[in-house]
T-cell receptor, first 114, second 113 residues
Framework: DSGVTQTPKHLITATGQRVTLRCSPR?????VYWYQQSLDQGLQFLIQ???????AKGNILERFSAQQFPDLHSELNLSSLELGDSALYFC?????????????FGNGTRLTVT | GENVEQHPSTLSVQEGDSAVIKCTYS??????FPWYKQELGKGPQLIID?????GEKKDQRIAVTLNKTAKHFSLHITETQPEDSAVYFC????????????FGTGTRLTIIP
């Protein structure tokens, strides 16, 4: 068990809808990362927050947004959903700010857009 | 740019034999190279990492080697066991304005009993 909790485990929704994925980091970790994993794209980095502030941005679409709250949990909001957004979304946490700290991944949220 | 190439994409080995997975990276300034193992239905789990100031690191049956000149690093698993069956991802840290970890495309390792 990594100590990172993601909810929900599964989400099925229709095109055009909006969903929110939630992540609780491992106790003591200040950084939260969001990754998208699809069959043909591997693990794609979306965004990182450190202690409530956006730290780094990857290939995150404008339809997607995230935030990290004072209690350090994070939410990833996906809107105007398209079929191609179907994927596994992982949250990971680490203790430090930089990218050379070990990442601890949750078990992901599987999003299916129909 | 930020690029990590991983080979092979699939690998089958007999139980007890060794498995080797290789990755190359594009930025000579990269200095952190972790390996993650992902089992079915779970998130990736860090199994070993190496920093650029060393050439090799071992942890029981797992070892990682780094060749900075050639910009490649490899994962070696010896005496493979059925529980080693999983997808393995290499990664490299890039810093182009902000640090981020870029992952390879993964290797599906199957151990044949």
């Amino acid at each position: 068990d990594s100590g990172v909790t993601q909810t929900p485990k599964h989400l099925i929704t229709a095109t055009g809808q909006r969903v929110t994925l939630r992540c609780s980091p491992r106790s003591g970790d200040l950084s939260v990362y969001w990754y998208q994993q699809s069959l043909d794209q591997g693990l794609q980095f979306l965004i990182q927050y450190y202690n409530g502030e956006e730290r780094a941005k990857g290939n995150i679409l404008e339809r997607f947004s995230a935030q990290q709250f004072p209690d350090l949990h994070s939410e990833l909001n996906l809107s105007s959903l398209e079929l191609g957004d179907s994927a596994l979304y992982f949250c990971a946490s680490s203790v430090g700010q930089g990218a050379n700290w070990p990442l601890h991944f949750g078990n992901g949220t599987r999003l299916t857009v129909t | 740019g930020e690029n990590v190439e991983q080979h092979p994409s699939t690998l089958s080995v007999q139980e007890g034999d060794s498995a080797v997975i290789k990755c190359t990276y594009s930025d000579s300034a990269s200095n952190y190279f972790p390996w993650y193992k992902q089992e079915l239905g779970k998130g990736p789990q860090l199994i070993i990492d190496i920093r650029s100031n060393v050439g090799e690191k071992k942890d029981q049956r797992i070892a990682v080697t780094l060749n900075k000149t050639a910009k490649h690093f490899s994962l070696h698993i010896t005496e493979t066991q059925p529980e080693d069956s999983a997808v393995y991802f290499c990664a490299a840290k890039f810093d182009f304005g902000n640090e981020k970890l870029t992952f390879g495309t993964g290797t599906r390792l199957t151990i044949i009993p």
